[in-house]
């Protein structure tokens, strides 16, 4: 490989970097809030992102195989189409743009907006999320190195301004005398559909767990550095998330964490006071810089690899000079544009998070079908413990959809009904194509 082609690809530290900061953005800084409506106890709360990271990481270590027998961007869109069907695939590929990635470059965004106004209450936020857009657009359309290296750089700085807030909570933050311990009462509520529904947002957190598998043809030596990338990625985010919320319920009366959005700006509030909140609260804001990148950079990739397999959406497959799928680019900031005028913080929170994860669900269900239909495909990497690490991730995602859906049956069916559409799109404009044809 020449150093040419090696500039223009992704090593295993971008493709860390990539999963990184696909996970850690709005989800950890925004659903504690949330989460307290209904719960109350530290030690259940620190449980809840203790236990979506045992569950990223099974899903980390099932995806690692399929990763790497199917090492090519596009994710679930390969995946399903070759082992269940093409609509299943094409299904999957529709919604890693529109709610995969465009949607939550649109949540990050809105959370940006807000910290940022938060901190320097100048312009409109709704303004301020728009236009953070376009900027990260307009930087991965016109140039991959600039882009790489602006990722792997914001991911860094992410990363350090995050431990900072962390050592600071240690040293200086007031212990608000929240338990964390377990009682006999704790027990019973790990089992409730309190902690099932509180799941749902701590899911969406960890969203991104998967990302490098995407952007797989972008990186060096795939086989061996998706897996890695994964893997690395979701324990150092486990920790990160834990420690985190740790210092939240340490450092912050419960009472103003309720219902709330802005819980690191609430935070940093208690720990710095006014002023070092404000400073907190911007750093924040940048610190979703690289979240929202790597949603800018991914999305285009996977509908680029669409338009090579389907003649009517071929336009997409075009990609410059630079190996940049302009078009595709195109398309999702449309798509986020429209979001970002259409729907609340809240409710593209859960509906997002339905889909993914029946996505996911049926890309883990879609190993056993391989494993029995395809036994003489090459598995450079086999799943840990299987079956059970599999059948975990499926079980721990169902348990999850089942309460969501009995809470919140409007956003449940929502996030169904893209799916849904999403393969009815593919038998009409597909037999209509080969009628065109």
């Known amino acids: 490989m020449s150093r040419k082609d090696t500039r223009q690809r992704l090593s295993f530290f971008d493709g860390t970097y990539f999963v990184i900061a696909s996970m850690v953005g709005t989800g950890v800084f925004t659903s504690l809030g949330y ?13 809840l992102w203790f236990t979506g990271g045992i569950i990223a990481l099974s899903g980390v270590l099932t995806y690692s195989e399929l990763g790497s027998t199917f090492p090519k961007s596009g994710g679930e869109y390969n995946i399903l189409s070759f082992a269940i069907h093409p609509s299943v695939g094409f299904a999957a590929g529709f919604i890693s743009i529109t709610i995969g990635f465009s949607a939550p470059a649109v949540i990050a965004s809105l959370a940006f907006g807000r910290y940022f106004y938060a901190a320097i209450p100048i312009f409109n936020p709704h303004y301020i999320s728009v236009a953070v857009l376009l900027i990260l657009n307009i930087l991965h359309v016109f140039s991959f190195k600039w882009g790489k290296i602006f990722q792997s750089t914001s991911t860094l700085i992410k990363l350090l301004l995050i431990l900072i ?25 790990l089992f409730s559909s309190s902690f099932a529904i509180s799941l749902i947002w701590v899911s969406y957190a960890y969203s991104g767990w998967n990302s490098s598998i995407y952007i797989a043809s972008d990186i060096i030596r795939p ?8 893997f690395v990625g979701t324990v150092i985010v486990t920790i990160i998330y834990v420690l985190l919320n740790f210092i939240f319920l340490y450092t912050t009366p419960t009472d103003s964490l309720i219902g709330q959005v802005e819980i690191g700006y609430i935070s940093g509030e208690n720990i710095f006071g006014n002023t070092g909140a404000k400073v907190i609260s911007l750093g924040i804001s940048f610190l979703l810089f690289s979240t929202i990148s790597s949603f800018v950079f991914i999305g285009p990739r996977i509908l680029q690899v669409m338009g090579e397999d389907h003649g009517l959406i071929k336009i997409f497959a075009k990609k410059d000079k630079n190996n940049i799928p302009k078009n595709a680019f195109l398309f999702q900031i449309t798509l986020s544009l429209i979001f970002i005028q259409t729907s609340s913080f809240e ?10 994860i029946v996505i996911t669900m049926l890309a883990v269900i879609s190993l056993f079908v391989l494993r029995y ?12 413990a299987y079956p059970i690490t599999p059948l975990f ?3 721990s995602n169902l348990w999850i959809l089942i309460y969501t859906f009995q809470s919140m049956p409007f956003e449940s069916i929502l996030g169904l009904f893209f799916i849904i559409a999403s393969m009815l799109f593919y038998f009409f404009f597909n037999q209509r194509y080969k009628n065109i044809r």
């Open 165 to 189: 807030f962390i050592i600071s909570g240690f040293i200086i933050g007031s212990n608000q005398y929240i338990s964390f311990f377990p009682t006999a009462n704790n027990i019973s509520t």
């Open 223 to 230: 086989q061996k550095n998706i897996p890695l990338s994964m």
């Open 393 to 395: 991730f499926l079980f």
């Open 373 to 384: 239909n395809s036994k003489e495909l090459y598995r450079p990497y086999k799943v840990f």
């Open 35 to 47: 989460q307290l409506i209904n719960i109350k106890s530290g030690f259940i709360l620190l449980m």
């Open 347 to 356: 409710q593209i929170v859960v509906y997002t998070s339905i889909s993914l």
